[in-house]
């Protein structure tokens, strides 16, 4: 009976107009996370600029012409270096002694000409003392050093906060997008009286099972899409290798959406149930939607420290942990008994929100007319239902 409950969700709700259209919208986001992912590490080669030189720095237009890693710079003598900033013809003009900008510096552009002009500089005074062109590059030969960090930072960390935010988006909105399907799908059919036939021949806690299994599983079909698109953005990402966790962040992704689904599920459901009304569901769906928030504020403002106590803390709390533990485990080394510890408790929790919501929601089913407030509903959750003949 549940499966059959499940299979009339999928086919009334993935032909909606409201499913086809958050769908659209994904692939949209697919895209997005892709380009955004693929941009990040590597380049395609030195930036063009140009420079533009008068008065003594006539004589530089050799040396800054050699460009580097970075710059493929392109030199010319200026007569009117005004004219050529303004029209955008050169990116910086430099007389021997100053740099003339358009607008604000390129700091990139601003240090390439400061250390040619200074290695110039530098050569010169070595020949004046003596010194061969050998004798200088050994002079000035730099040091290899290399560089480690703690937090396994570096050029990877961009790669952390794309998938971080992503993975921590995804299950914000598409837990609140799923919930809000449950909850208007339950409230139209309580204001059509549709739910009536229903519970004539299923009892309300199958009910509740057989929409969370429908649901979801058109909402695993779109977490499907999005992990996707995150799959093949990280592949896309360019000499930079991404950190074994971060792979990681895909089956964590599923693992806590499901679980985040069925936890939430349930609530909205019992929010539905309490209203005849599409208007009063928006702001009866309030005590469901502030934990959710919560967990996405907290993760918006942890960026910079994504190991604080409130992050840390949040991941563990089943109201908050869809959001907060992918999103932590993307940013730092998240030991893999925390992660399980996490998801357990969530797992469990969903037992004990079954319990609740589904007695709040057997109990509102059947109201109509005003809304059931949230301490009615709390105080009555023992009772039944309207009795009628129903098939187990």
């Known amino acids: 009976m549940i499966w059959i409950i499940a299979r009339r969700e999928l086919a009334v709700r993935g032909r909606s107009k409201g499913f086809q259209i958050v769908t659209a919208l994904m692939f949209v986001a697919v895209l997005a996370v892709a380009v955004v992912m693929s941009l990040l590490g590597g ?36 007569d009117n270096d005004t004219d ?3 029209s955008g013809a050169i990116d910086v003009a430099f007389d021997g002694s100053t740099l003339t900008w358009a607008d604000a510096p390129d700091t990139t552009l601003d240090d390439y000409v400061r250390t040619t002009v200074q290695q110039l500089a530098f050569t010169e005074r070595a020949r004046s003392l003596g010194l061969d062109t050998q004798d200088v590059a050994n002079l000035f030969e730099p040091m290899e050093i290399d ?9 990877e960390s961009g790669v952390r906060l794309a998938a971080a ?7 914000f909105i598409l837990i609140q997008v799923w919930g809000a399907f449950m909850m208007m799908g339950v409230t139209e059919e309580k204001s059509s009286k549709v739910i009536e036939v229903l519970l004539s021949h299923v009892r309300p806690a199958t009910l509740l099972a057989g929409k969370v299994l429908g649901l979801g599983l058109l909402a695993l079909g779109q977490m499907l899409i999005f992990a996707t698109g995150l799959v093949v953005g990280l592949a896309l990402v360019r000499d930079i290798a991404v950190p074994a966790d971060v792979w990681g962040i895909i089956p964590l992704l599923f693992a806590t959406f499901v679980l985040g689904f069925g936890f939430y599920a349930t609530a909205f459901a019992a929010v539905g149930s309490m209203v005849s009304r599409q208007e009063d569901a928006q702001t009866a769906q309030l005590p469901a939607v ?13 960026f910079a420290e994504p190991d604080n106590l409130a992050v840390t803390i949040g991941s563990f709390v089943p109201f908050t942990s869809p959001v907060l533990l992918p999103f932590r485990t993307a940013l730092t080394d998240v030991p893999a008994w925390q992660v399980v510890l996490s998801l357990a408790i969530l797992a469990s929790s969903i037992v004990v929100m079954l319990q609740l919501a589904g007695r709040i929601y057997r109990y509102s ?6 809304r059931v407030t949230w301490g009615e509903a709390w105080r009555n959750r023992n009772q039944e239902p309207l009795s009628s003949t129903r098939l187990d």
């Open 43 to 78: 380049d395609d080669g030195p930036r063009e600029v140009a420079i533009g030189v008068e008065g003594q720095a006539v004589a530089l237009v050799e040396p800054l012409s050699a460009g580097n890693d970075d710059l493929a710079p392109t030199v010319r003598v200026v």
């Open 84 to 86: 050529e900033l303004e």
């Open 147 to 155: 560089e480690v960090r703690l937090d396994g930072g570096g050029d």
């Open 165 to 171: 935010a992503t993975a921590g988006f995804a299950n």
């Open 290 to 302: 502030l934990p959710l928030l919560v967990g996405y504020f907290i993760a918006a403002a942890s």
């Open 365 to 370: 089913l059947l109201r109509t007319g005003s």
